[in-house]
Nanobody, 121 residues
Framework: QVQLVESGGGLVQAGGSLRLSCAAS????????MGWFRQVPGKEREFVAA???????TTYAGSVKGRFTISRDGKNTVYLQMNSLKPEDTAKYSC???????????????WGQGTQVTVSS
């Protein structure tokens, strides 16, 4: 069982930056691919970014490519650096662990509770 805890969310003005962290309860997080997803009330959970087990492969949604960066520290934490934030980035962001860096939420087995990001205009 893998427990994931996100942190780093908050309120920021448009154009600002935030860094989200996802800490795992296990030191074997390196055996999992990791993903970040976001969701707003009334909408489907949306893929944001994913990273392979080694960290050598990353994938991004078109809406965040060039602004967000996913990374991992090789131990038990994964990060999402978010720059040039826009009001439409407002959502609850959750990290997830799975066997491959998929864009599909169904491919992930473990999920955190999420952290709220609000971007004001």
């Amino acid at each position: 069982q893998v427990q994931l805890v996100e942190s780093g969310g908050g309120l920021v003005q448009a154009g600002g930056s935030l860094r989200l962290s996802c800490a795992a309860s296990v030191r074997t997080l390196g055996t999992y691919a990791m993903g970040w997803f976001r969701q707003v009330p009334g909408k489907e959970r949306e893929f944001v970014a994913a990273i392979s087990r080694s960290g050598g492969l990353t994938t991004y949604a078109g809406s965040v490519k060039g602004r967000f960066t996913i990374s991992r520290d090789g131990k038990n934490t994964v990060y999402l650096q978010m720059n040039s934030l826009k009001p439409e980035d407002t959502a609850k962001y959750s990290c997830a662990a799975g066997s491959s860096p998929s864009t599909r939420k169904e491919e992930y087995n473990y999920w955190g509770q999420g952290t709220q990001v609000t971007v004001s205009s």
